[in-house]
């Protein structure tokens, strides 16, 4: 952990500056087919209790037989967090009761889980690169789900997700302000889908943060921190964390002392409240499932897992900046996800890379914003898109022109050099014609001429007015030579 303070995140309270401080517990269903213990689907969206073995519905002498997908892909994340990967690891029993948990405990690892510690790097908007540890990474199943909206006077069980493998990710307090918390949770599901071990739909809940919140004076040992539980989307951990802060600060500001408890968050009203204190905290009783042996894994099963990982968000970030020349930034805003990253290649592939990346950069993730799509939808097509950035390269269109043409390939379809052409939106390069507009332009303004003569700024209007006439296809240079010539400036 840093010990300086990163002062420009110091939050003013009346009293003095703060330092927030913030760890994750990032719950994250791990991609396979089958249950952690059971081959019942995992499939999303079935009818309830459709998915669900006799294992997952916990049946008297039933017994959970791992699934090794699930402990590779858990490996595959460990790697892809540069974690040490643990060759013996264990399951154990977590004791509760819930009315959707029908063991009566989740099997879950405690002591020893099957990745330690490793790492997670951001590098932030205002260029600033931050290491976020890793404390490790265990296997647990998943819960079923109550239902408490379908009948007036039941509540309801589906036991679909019971069982289902789940990988929990859980940071250092290493975090220093909302905006780093989401930045590592982006990171976080950016490297989970390269590696294809979650997808990380927040919506479905397939990636779910348990954040923990706590303030402190720069320099001090940490306060006691609160525990935000299960907030599901980027947007809820920032605010959620923003005004656990406040709160924090204002109850000590005024004299009193954080009690360390569990807290939810109410995306409604934008604050956190108290669910339960440390007092009635469960004691889980955990110990070592006598259903299962240790987890063993081979060094050689570990190599052959890592020497099949696919280029990851940080390796292709330091490609792209050293291969193309991109800001780190603008770098990793196009590695994000993999979809983009693959269109931005096809895009810069034998044009300039600076103008691909700021045509997708702002272009594209603009347009696609605008309809809330994503890469993969696209209307227009990498192709498509650097056939127009070639057109301009080439001088056949102007940037300007280029945005048009962009507009009609996304609306209409088509290539972009027969929209050029049926549409004759080529560029006038041609300087008679060119002349022409001006003189016409120059003869009937005399008192503007006279005015750019002392003004030179001046000469603005009249190449806003030739754009114009000429349909905004004059070639900005050429225009900008003859006026010059003919206003004699
Ligand atoms: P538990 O298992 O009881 O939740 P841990 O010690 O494993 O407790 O911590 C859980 C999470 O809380 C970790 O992500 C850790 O980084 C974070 N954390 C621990 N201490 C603090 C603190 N003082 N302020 C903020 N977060 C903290
Ligand atoms: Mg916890």
Redesign the pocket.
């Known amino acids: 952990m840093t010990a300086t303070a990163r002062t420009a995140k110091l939050l003013k309270g009346s009293t003095a500056d703060w330092e927030v ?5 990032v719950h994250a269903q791990v991609n396979s087919k089958a249950k952690l213990f059971s081959g019942a689907s995992t499939a999303f969206g079935g009818e309830p209790n459709s998915h669900v073995s006799l294992v997952d519905a916990a049946m008297p002498g039933m017994l959970p037989v791992i699934n090794g997908e699930c402990v590779r892909q858990a490996i595959r994340t460990g790697l892809g967090l540069n974690a040490k990967i643990n060759s013996k690891s264990v399951f154990d029993r977590k004791n509760y009761f819930y009315p959707d948990l029908p063991q009566g405990y989740q099997i879950s690892q405690y002591k020893s889980p099957v990745v330690g510690e490793g790492e997670v790097v951001l590098d932030l908007p205002d260029g600033e690169r931050v290491t976020v540890g890793i ?1 490790r990474l265990h296997l647990e199943q998943d819960a079923g789900k109550s239902i408490h909206d379908q009948n007036p006077t039941l509540s309801l069980v589906d036991l679909n997700r019971s069982g289902v493998a789940l990988m929990e990710i ?5 975090l220093r302000s909302s905006e780093e918390a989401k930045a590592y949770v982006t990171k976080l599901r950016s490297i989970l889908r390269y590696l294809g071990t979650c997808d990380g739909d927040m919506e479905k809940g397939n990636l779910r943060a ?1 954040v ?3 303030v402190r004076k720069p320099g001090a040992p ?4 609160c ?1 935000i539980k299960n907030v599901n989307s980027i947007r809820f951990i920032g605010q959620a964390i923003e005004h656990e802060a406040r709160r924090q600060i204002e109850v000590i500001e005024d004299g009193g002392t954080i009690d360390q408890e569990t807290r939810l968050f109410d995306p409604n009203r934008g604050e956190t409240r108290s669910m339960r204190s440390k007092e009635e905290a469960h004691d889980y009783r955990y110990f070592p499932d006598p259903d299962l042996l240790p987890l063993e894994v081979s060094e050689k099963e570990i190599a052959a897992l890592k020497a099949d990982l696919p280029e990851l968000p940080d390796e292709k970030k330091t490609r792209f900046v050293k291969d193309f020349g991109l800001t780190v930034y603008d770098s990793d805003v196009l590695v994000t996800e993999r979809e983009t990253a693959d269109f931005f290649e096809i895009v810069a592939s034998g044009r300039d890379a600076k103008t691909a990346a700021n045509w997708v950069i702002n272009e594209l993730f603009g347009r696609l914003n605008k309809e809330g799509k994503d890469v993969s939808s696209s209307p227009i097509s990498a192709n498509q898109l650097g056939a127009i950035l070639d057109l301009m390269a080439a001088g056949t269109i102007s940037g300007k022109i280029a945005k048009d043409v962009f507009e009609i390939t996304w609306t209409e379809g088509g290539e972009p050099a027969d929209i050029v052409e049926n549409r004759g939106l080529k560029q006038v390069t041609d300087t008679g014609a060119i002349e022409k507009i001006v003189d016409d332009i120059v003869s009937k303004n005399p008192d503007k001429v006279a005015d750019a003569k002392t003004n030179p700024k001046a000469i603005g209007w009249f190449v806003g007015q030739a754009m114009k006439a000429s349909g905004g296809k004059a070639n900005p240079q050429t225009l900008n030579d003859i006026l010059r010539h003919k206003l004699g400036l």
Do not use: A, F, M, W
């Open positions: 401080v913030i760890g994750l517990e404390e859980v940071s250092k307090p290493d348990d923990n919140v706590s940490l306060g006691t921190r525990e």
